[in-house]
């Protein structure tokens, strides 16, 4: 598993910087106020990409805690009430031969 794993990351970065050098060409882009921003392609596309998946990323690991505590609220509570304590023992009145009219 470790194995793909790191197949398939180096495939991505493999991928990235075939992106990056075939793509290598500078780029306006005009901001406001009338400032403009020249950058290169792939410096943009990955800025674009991280930029949408980093606070997705954040949220999706904020749920995935949120629900990880919320089970281990749930298992703690049911291991605690798994078996519920015991009938109160109520002594049991002692008659003594001459006492019991």
């Known amino acids: 598993m470790r194995f793909l794993k790191t197949l398939i990351w180096v495939t991505v970065i493999v991928g990235l910087i075939v992106f990056a050098t075939n793509n290598w060409v500078p780029v306006s882009i005009s901001l406001w106020g009338g400032l403009r921003l020249d950058t290169k ?9 991280m930029l949408g998946f980093f606070p997705l990323y954040f949220i999706h690991r904020t749920v995935l805690w949120r629900m990880k505590r919320r ?3 749930l298992e703690g509570n049911q291991r605690t009430t798994a078996f519920p304590p015991p009938p109160p023992v109520t002594p049991r009145p002692s008659y003594v031969s001459g006492d019991a009219a």
């Open 71 to 73: 089970i281990l609220t």
């Open 41 to 49: 392609l792939p410096a943009l596309v990955i800025a674009a990409f």
